[in-house]
């Protein structure tokens, strides 16, 4: 039986994997996955999916660090609670980074990505 202190560990570790599987067809060409984006109107799709795939292998690894952060953590509340802002701050700052990415995606027909 799974001792409760590594429930959330596993649980947040596991929620990384999906990340990871994402950032490897992305970088794979599969722009798609990332907002719809059209991957022949970019400028530099090559250069764009090296970007968002490092921005997205960050956040799953930022939450692998949680999870090691949250194992560390175990029964000590204030510890836990250090390791979750610690990621929330972290994963959020890198998801804003993806959506400034995408943004400043620079299409052919200088058109921002299309929906």
């Known amino acids: 039986m799974l001792n409760d202190v590594l429930i959330a560990p596993l649980?947040?570790?596991l929620t990384s994997l999906p990340v990871?599987?994402?950032?490897?067809?992305?970088?794979?060409?599969?722009?798609?996955?990332i907002h719809g984006i059209d991957?022949?109107?970019?400028?530099?799709?090559?250069?764009?999916?090296?970007?968002?795939?490092?921005?997205?292998?960050?956040?799953?690894f930022a939450m692998l660090g949680?999870?090691?952060g949250l194992l560390w953590a175990g029964h000590d509340a204030g510890?836990?609670?250090?390791?979750?802002?610690?990621?929330?701050?972290v994963v959020n700052l890198l998801g804003?980074?993806?959506?400034?990415s995408v943004a400043r995606a620079r299409m052919r027909d200088g058109a921002p990505p299309r929906r």
Do not use: E, K, T, W
């Not at 599987?21 to 992305?26: E, K, L, S």
């Not at 970019?42 to 970007?51: E, H, K, N, W």
């Open 11 to 13: 649980l947040v570790g």
């Open 66 to 68: 949680a999870a090691g």
């Open 79 to 89: 510890r836990g609670q250090a390791v979750v802002v610690a990621m929330v701050v």
């Open 39 to 60: 991957a022949s109107r970019l400028v530099d799709p090559v250069g764009f999916a090296i970007r968002i795939s490092r921005l997205l292998f960050a956040v799953g």
């Open 20 to 33: 990871f599987v994402i950032a490897y067809y992305v970088r794979r060409g599969r722009l798609h996955l």
């Open 96 to 100: 804003l980074a993806l959506v400034v």
